[in-house]
């Protein structure tokens, strides 16, 4: 039951909220160019971590947008958020 | 009726308003402030149930929440009923029906009872072992043990009570109005603090309220006495909140809690009409403080379960706080000093206490030096090896202790008594807080398990963090609070506390017999009949994890989850296993604490509000004209008409054939629509449609298919070129909100150099389409000035219009084959717009038809509808739709996975048309094909998609989806059914009119 702190509403239930999946993942921007293999990484393959693992989020009943979450996965803290197109923090 | 067993009450009963109630079918009293419980004790009703799986005769165990006995189902008569409810939490009311759980035909006659004596036949994991062979009569089993196991019956009505929910936001919430919570709550209202403070009775105070401790002061007054004058002053505190008969239920991650308010339970049945039954709060705090208490244990004996055996701390409340004895002749038994004041207590009230059974060498303390002066019997280094008594307590069998604690030597003590209090030291209710995250720590000083790391801004306080005396529970609660709410200091820094000192102490996990235990029935979780007996066997078969061992013994899986028994029965397992407490670790708590009604976790979301659902403006036309509904996604989606009385499949045909042969209208209101505008809105286009956008005329309309990301047909729909910049499209009734929802993930994580701008106007506009070979000439009735001529306005393209004042959209395409208008116009007109139609369509004999027609219809044409011809594992290659997919854009969403190894397969499953040989057998949608009937296991090639009967082509269709289908024109194959074997033929999916003749007829 997460409070989230949405970038651009503030601090919403987490019902309001979408998950993503794993955030960082550009869509390549020649996919003709890749290898099965190649782009099989792109479309399938998705980390699981226990502990800290970025997110991508979505306001869905709220303002619609997408952000990024830092979240240790093993006790639900959400250690950072912010916005789409920012850089992730180096840790 | 014998007044023996009340006593002169407390002030919490008021003894002038006398409270009639029934249980089992008899007539009893009570007064207003009574529970359920101490109202039959006072009747000297003690045998109120029986096991679960013994069906030995139990009685009231406890005065609170944790019971595992004393659960009865009330029901008043009507409808209005609820099984599995702890006698010690009711209220009495006037009119208050309450029966025994679980026996048959009577409590005091049940026939369950055999399981006692055939008790030895019936060991942990019984039902597992026996019930396995011959698989084929587990039906039959499972009927009977259905039938005798139960708790309660289920009520068979619509429940009459309306429930609630409410959002609550505070800064803190203190759970537990003790003493500790009391303190907490006021302090943290009194610094501006937005309080509330919530309790599972109905009043305040916890145990401190009503305990008269000789050896408990503050301030030089008795402990009691100065909390009551603190709540007084509650009362007129700002920012605080009072919740009572208010049990938190939940306590999930950030602070964010459920609990259940009780507002009417505890009314007469007249009083609780009109008014909301329960209320689920939905609390988020910032700061949360537990004040949760600590449930006293019992002791782990031979036949420690009879009515009668109580804890001791329920014998005091009883008698403290309802006035009520439980017993004439009254015997403790105790590993500590609490049974010595619940002792203590009945001996100043003039009750008999025949002895102690303290397991202890000795005490010092205080209160047992009072005790002794009183001149009860103490049995020092003794413990109860049996007890005697089939439906009430009557004589107990001591025996001396061995210094190991693992035998007993010497002859044997036996007492008679009627009430045995049981103080087997407290377990603090950690509940909460290992819910919410937080992890424990095992205090091998008290034998408890402690909340040790917080995950969340909370603050464990009173006993529920191990602070049992009066002196540490004020003095921690003072530091701790300043530090939790960053403050200078408490109102009760400084007050002067009297409390009893640390007794000493012997913990004995399983208490030992004269008897082997084989022989014996130490009970450890009474609701579900669980022996430490059960518990060894468990680990004798080599059951370690204490998870598996609670599943196979049912430890602690009763409606109590094991409030009372779990500590024994991870000590048990310890010694048995040889391992330390703090490393076997506790099975996981869960929610909810107390039960909950299902009426409260569903509130008000009953009825039509269950699932909300979504009506087009022409619905009241829909129900005029008596048509069935289908739900599409939330939609109420009109169906079919019929009409006359006919049956489903007659109305289908008569619409069918209708809209083919003259004129038929739909509502399509549902469909969804976005609204598409900006510089880039072409570009955008290209790239989430398999097919080419830039060319699209303005005014004109083009299908599309949209992919997943993995080449997998997402959603289909016609986009209009409204403008240079501006595009309207539509999607499938039930992929409108995730198909936008797509749409702005690229825009605003892929493509965020796009100038697109989305707007979801599904219900901004209504939708009419006419359709048939006559429907141009009902358009040109109601617009007699539009060109409706092919060069002016052929297939594929889009107007504005007027029809009268008001304003349309108009666009010409077609999802059944025929000649047709899709008139859109804004949604407040749709009905009106619907009417003028159905006016204007009049001399053709115009047939509204709804969503099992169109679908007939377009299978007929062999057009998809995705989801139900399409399950997410189909490309467009899959589909036979090379033709929509550009081989000349470099990139759209989707493209590089219809290159895979694995989708260019020969071999996937492809969208066919079938043909049964028999042309009047319709198909079942999802059954099998196949090719060979003997082979063995066999070869499913695919399954039946959509089927109908065509009355147009008056044969039987199907579409499917069938391995390599693409390459199969005219291979015959099977349908096995449970009856018959089906022969069918492979074809081409386009069944009518093959040549899109009628398009433009």
């Known amino acids: 039951m997460f409070l989230i702190n949405c970038p651009y509403c503030g601090e919403r239930d987490h019902q309001e909220f979408k998950a993503g999946g794993e955030a960082h993942i550009e869509r390549p921007k020649q996919p003709t160019e890749l290898s099965d293999d190649e782009w099989a990484e792109y479309l399938f393959m998705r980390k699981n971590i226990k502990g800290i693992q970025f997110e991508r989020w979505n306001h869905a009943h709220g303002c619609r947008k997408w952000f990024n979450m830092v979240r240790d996965t093993s006790n639900d803290q959400i250690k950072l958020i912010y916005k789409m197109g920012e850089k992730p923090p180096a840790e | 009726m014998s007044t023996y067993f009340r006593i002169k009450p407390s002030e ?13 079918g008899k007539n009893y009293h009570g007064f207003k402030g009574d529970t359920l419980a101490s109202a039959l004790l006072a009747n000297n009703v003690h045998l109120v149930g029986r096991s679960f799986k013994y069906h030995r005769p139990r009685g009231i165990m406890t005065a609170g929440s944790e019971e595992p006995n004393a659960i009865v189902q009330i029901s008043d008569g009507t409808n209005r009923t609820e099984p599995n409810v702890r006698a010690t939490e009711i209220e009495i009311y006037e009119g208050l029906e309450a029966s025994s759980q679980n026996c048959w035909p009577s409590v005091n006659h049940d026939i369950g009872g055999i399981n ?51 959002y609550i936001h505070c800064d803190v919430l203190v759970v537990g109005a003790g003493i500790s919570g009391i303190l907490a709550a006021r302090n943290a209202a009194k610094n501006n603090l937005k309080t509330l403070l919530v309790d599972e009775k109905n009043e305040l105070g916890g145990s401190t309220i009503y305990q008269n401790r000789e050896f408990n002061k503050i301030e030089n007054q008795n402990s009691s006495d100065w909390l009551k004058k603190e709540i007084k002053e509650l009362r007129n505190i700002k920012n605080l909140e009072i919740k009572t008969r208010t049990s938190v239920a939940a306590f999930h991650g950030y602070n964010y809690l459920l609990a259940r308010e009780n507002l009417t339970d505890h009314l007469e049945n007249k009083d609780k009409q009109g008014k909301i039954r329960q209320r689920l709060l939905k609390i988020r705090a910032k700061k949360v403080i537990l004040a949760t208490g600590a449930l006293e244990r019992p002791l782990i004996f031979n036949n420690n379960d009879r009515p009668g055996i109580m804890l001791s701390s329920a014998v005091k409340k009883y008698a403290d706080f309802y006035g009520v004895v439980s017993g004439k002749k009254n015997v403790f038994f105790t590993n500590n000093d609490s049974a010595y004041e619940s002792a203590f207590c009945l001996h100043n009230k003039g009750i008999n206490v025949e002895a102690i059974i303290d397991i202890r060498e000795s005490s010092n303390s205080k209160i047992v030096k009072a005790v002794e002066e009183a001149g009860i019997k103490i049995h020092w280094s003794h413990t109860i090896v049996d007890t005697r008594g089939y439906k009430r307590l009557s004589e107990i069998s001591a025996m001396m202790l061995s210094n190991d604690g693992l035998s007993v030597t010497g002859s044997k003590i036996n007492i008679s008594c009627d009430c045995l209090g049981v103080a087997g030291g407290w377990t603090p209710a950690v509940h909460l807080f290992t819910q919410s995250g937080g992890k424990l720590k095992f205090d091998e000083n008290d034998n408890v398990f402690l909340p040790n790391i917080y995950p969340s801004e909370q603050m464990s306080v009173g006993s529920c963090n191990g602070d049992f005396k009066l002196k540490e529970i004020i003095s921690n609660l003072s530091t701790n609070l300043k530090q939790f709410l960053k403050v200078d200091k408490t109102d009760f820094d400084n007050v002067l506390i009297e409390s009893e000192e640390e007794n000493s102490k012997r913990n004995i996990w399983l208490l030992p017999s004269d008897k082997p235990i084989g022989k014996t029935k130490p009970f450890v979780d009474y609701q579900n009949d669980a022996t430490a007996k059960d518990i060894k066997l468990a680990l004798r078969e080599g059951f370690r994890s204490i998870e598996h061992v609670k599943r196979y013994t049912t430890t602690g899986m009763g409606t109590d989850q094991g409030k009372l028994g779990n500590m024994h029965a991870l000590g048990i397992i310890a010694d048995t296993a040889g391992v330390k407490m703090s490393e076997l670790g506790t099975t996981t708590f869960r929610p909810p604490y107390t039960p909950l009604t299902f009426g409260t976790i569903v509130g008000r979301n009953v009825g039509e509000y269950f699932d909300v659902f979504r009506r087009t403006p022409m ?27 006919e049956t489903m499949h007659e109305a289908v045909q008569r619409e069918s054939k209708a809209a083919r042969e003259s004129a038929g209208i739909l509502d399509a209101s549902t469909l969804g629509k976005i609204d598409i505008q900006g510089t880039d809105a072409s570009e955008f286009l290209n790239r989430v449609y398999t097919n080419a956008w830039s060319k699209l005329g303005i005014g004109k309309c083009r299908y599309g298919l949209m992919l997943n990301e993995d080449g997998m047909v997402y959603d289909d729909g016609v986009t209009t070129r409204l403008g240079e910049n501006h595009y309207l499209m539509t999607t499938t009734t039930g992929g409108a909100a995730n198909v936008l929802g797509k749409l702005e993930d690229y825009l605003q994580t892929e493509w965020p150099e796009l100038d697109v701008y989305l707007t979801s106007v599904t219900d901004h506009f209504a939708t009419a389409s006419i359709c048939g070979p006559n429907s141009k000439k009902i358009l040109n009735k109601l617009i007699p000035d539009l060109d409706l001529s092919e060069e002016s306005f052929p297939h594929m393209s889009f107007k504005n219009a007027q029809i009268g004042n008001i304003k349309c959209r108009i666009m010409r395409i077609s999802f059944t ?72 854009k470099y990139d759209f969403i989707g493209k590089r996975s219809l290159y895979r190894s694995d989708t260019m397969k020969e071999e996937r499953k492809q969208l066919v048309g079938l043909l049964t040989d028999d042309p009047n057998i319709v198909l079942e949608e999802g059954a099998q094909i196949v090719s060979d009937l003997n082979q063995s296991p066999v070869n499913m090639l695919g399954h039946v998609t959509s089927s109908y009967y065509s009355p147009n082509l008056k044969k039987s269709i199907a579409l499917a989806v069938v391995r390599g289908g693409k390459n199969m024109m005219g291979k015959k194959l099977f349908i096995p059914m449970e009856d018959k074997t089906i022969n069918v033929t492979i074809e081409n999916p386009v069944f009518f009119d093959t040549e899109n003749k009628r398009l433009n007829a």
């Not at chain 2, 698989?135 to 196991?149: C, D, L, Q």
Request: with cysteine.
């Open chain 2, 12 to 24: 919490f009963i008021d003894e002038t308003v006398r409270v009639s109630f029934k249980f089992n």
């Open chain 2, 116 to 166: 006692n004596a055939i008790s030895a036949f019936l060991p942990a994991g019984f039902y597992y072992k026996t019930f396995m062979w011959p698989a084929s009569f587990w039906e039959k089993y499972e009927y009977v043990i259905r039938h005798s196991a139960g708790l309660g019956k289920s009520p068979t009505e619509r429940d009459p009570d309306v429930y609630d929910h409410r």
């Open chain 2, 619 to 645: 619905n009241d036309w829909h129900i005029e004209n008596k048509a069935e509904f289908e739900n599409v996604g939330q939609w109420k989606r009109a169906w079919y008409y019929p009409a006359n009385g």
């Open chain 2, 817 to 888: 084959g025929e000649h047709s208008y899709e008139i859109n116009v804004q949604s407040n007109y749709g009905k009106a717009i619907w009417e003028k139609c159905m006016e204007a369509g009049k001399e053709f004999s115009i047939t509204p038809y709804g969503t099992e027609t169109m679908h007939l219809l377009r299978a007929e044409k062999g057009f998809i509808i995705v989801g139900q011809d399409t399950d997410g594992t189909m490309t467009p290659i899959d589909l036979q739709m090379d033709w929509i997919v550009s081989k000349k």
